[in-house]
């Protein structure tokens, strides 16, 4: 029993290979209910939860709890687009509030499988995971992960000066004219 438990957890972890519509759902399912928990008792501890007192460190062990299931979200994800034949980028859709999670569902929730293309190398299968057979680095590959590494980068400096920069100065515009409320009463 705890070796199926293992071999769905390592799936559940694992960015490779391709999942079913039900997989999907079943995996959002579950990581919806265990974040609205953790919201309630470990971020949000405002309101009486059922661990009575709030727990030490309840954000911190919160967010951890969090990133971890971001992680299996994008994980099932990625591995439902590949069954769909869409690149994995596809994925950095997901994050984004409403245009991406309307996106994410009817992509990867109501669209069905497609057949693996010709040209995908066979999938060799070691438990639960999927891993493609080794491929010769070509120039062309080679290029294609410079510019992937490169975007990366890029995306990474775009998020930590939007995320962790002071915002620059405002430019501050003042009227000639004032509004009678501001105006005092002359009378």
């Given at each position: 029993m705890l070796a199926i438990l293992f071999s769905h957890l390592a799936r559940a972890l694992w960015f490779g290979g391709r999942s079913g519509?039900?997989?999907?759902?079943?995996?959002?399912?579950?990581?919806?209910?265990?974040?609205?928990a953790n919201t309630d008792l470990l971020i949000e501890p405002s309101r009486p939860t059922i661990l009575?007192?709030?727990?030490?460190?309840g954000l911190l062990i919160g967010v951890l709890i969090m990133v971890a299931l971001f992680w299996v979200s994008a994980a099932s994800i990625v591995r439902r687009l590949r069954d769909r034949n869409k690149s994995a980028w596809?994925?950095?859709?997901y994050p984004w509030p409403i245009i991406g999670w309307g996106w994410c569902v009817?992509?990867?929730?109501?669209?069905?499988?497609?057949a693996p293309p010709p040209e995908e190398p066979e999938m060799e299968v070691s438990g639960p995971v999927q891993?493609?057979?080794n491929r010769p680095w070509t120039p062309a590959r080679i290029a294609r992960?410079?510019?992937?590494?490169?975007g990366l980068t890029l995306l990474a400096l775009f998020l930590y000066k939007w995320f962790f920069e002071p915002p620059g100065k405002l430019p501050v515009f003042k009227s000639?004219?004032?509004?009678?409320?501001?105006?005092?009463?002359?009378?």
């Open positions: 519509r039900l997989e999907w759902w079943i995996v959002h399912a579950i990581v919806s209910a265990l974040t609205k009575g007192a709030p727990v030490p460190n596809w994925a950095l859709l009817i992509e990867c929730g109501f669209l069905a499988g497609r891993r493609r057979r992960t410079a510019g992937n590494a490169v000639e004219f004032k509004s009678e409320l501001e105006a005092p009463a002359e009378q």
